[in-house]
């Protein structure tokens, strides 16, 4: 067997020389499969899961090779035409099994945390985010009264296992009324290509913004206790 990657792992193929034929590999990997016969055939097929079949290139009378693209667990066998011309389905099964592309993570960390910040404010934080085979892009998520709002943080054009960076969000870039209740995390995309993007998230921060009417109406209420 020969496991060819898909190119966003930036992993190099890999040759088995003594395999026992099953398959275990990530989504979009192609597999070379060759084989030989211990006796003469005409051709023969790959046979998946029982239901798609891929024609093998005979090299001669006993040597065959295919390419499997690997899209989902099953197994594989091998059907023989023999000399006659009558087909024979080996009955020795392959297990294709899938590995998982981990979704990356990040963690957030806050530089001047407040519960109360001005619509003119400016919220400074540094960031960690880390995934298997490369990093896509950062965004801020940011909910105002239950409505939700994408900021991008920073996009990644080459393979990038680890970011560490800092980021400064300047309120008056959305639109911020008093009293608005926000809420905001940091969501990274992995730059899986198959089935991906895989997406991570920080933990959840939250802050009010300043009401000068609602403290003034406090103030009022607090006198009036006194």
């Not at 023989?80 to 979704?103: A, F, M, R, T």
């Not at 309120?171 to 008093?178: F, G, K, R, T």
């Amino acid at each position: 067997l020969t496991l060819n990657f898909p190119s966003y792992t930036g992993l190099k193929k890999k040759f088995l020389k003594f395999s026992d034929g099953n398959v275990r590999a990530l989504p979009g990997t192609e597999v070379n499969i060759s084989a030989k016969t211990n006796v003469p055939i005409i051709g023969a097929d790959l046979v998946f899961s029982n239901k798609d079949s891929l024609i093998m290139t005979k090299e001669k009378e006993t040597n065959l090779k295919a390419s499997l693209l690997i899209k989902e667990k099953g197994y594989y066998q091998f059907r023989v035409k023999d000399q006659n011309g009558n087909k024979h389905l080996i009955q020795k099964k392959y297990s294709v099994e899938l590995v998982k592309d981990h979704s990356p993570n990040i963690v957030l960390f806050l530089a001047n945390p407040r519960p109360v910040y001005f619509s003119t404010d400016k919220v400074k934080f540094f960031y960690e985010g880390k995934d298997d085979f490369g990093i896509n892009s950062v965004e801020l998520i940011v909910l105002i009264n239950g409505k939700v709002k994408k900021i991008p943080v920073k996009s990644f054009k080459k393979r990038q296992k680890e970011a560490k960076d800092s980021y400064t969000w300047p309120l008056s870039q959305i639109a911020l009324n008093p009293g608005d209740e926000v809420q905001y995390y940091l969501e990274i995309k992995d730059n899986d290509n198959i089935y991906g993007p895989n997406a991570g998230q920080s933990e959840t921060y939250s802050f009010s913004i300043f009401d000068s009417k609602k403290e003034i109406e406090n103030l009022i209420a607090m006198q009036e206790k006194m």
